[in-house]
């Protein structure tokens, strides 16, 4: 079965960095775009950075543009997000997320506090 499993949230000040990582089983995770959305709280779930199957293909929210890196390690079946320069505006549970089968798959999440 499809799993995805989110790690490497945290705690950070503002202007910090963070690098989270999404390992993924169930599928071949080489033939599918793979996708990092956020909630914070009180608000809807949205787009953060997507990536194509082969990495060569990316795209980006504005709010994240130039701070935010999305990649994918296609041999170790992982996504990686790697956050810098973060904001306050940025707290939020993070997930990753695979479009297989004409069903959406997410992880369980990981949590990204920006706080002084």
């Known amino acids: 079965q499809v799993q995805l499993v989110e790690s490497g949230g945290g705690l950070v000040q503002p202007g910090g960095s963070l690098r989270l990582s999404c390992a993924a089983s169930?599928?071949?995770?080489?033939?599918?775009?793979m996708s990092w959305y956020r909630q914070a709280p009180g608000k809807e779930r949205e787009l953060v950075a997507a990536i194509s199957t082969t990495g060569g293909s990316t795209n980006y929210a504005d709010s994240v543009k130039g701070r935010f890196t999305i990649s994918r390690d296609n041999a170790k079946n992982t996504m990686y997000l790697q956050m810098n320069s973060l904001k306050f505006g940025d707290t939020a549970v993070y997930y990753c997320?695979?479009?297989?089968?004409?069903?959406?798959?997410w992880g369980q999440g990981t949590q990204v506090t920006v706080s002084s």
């Open positions: 997320k695979v479009a297989y089968n004409w069903l959406n798959y």
């Open positions: 169930g599928f071949t995770f080489s033939n599918y775009a």
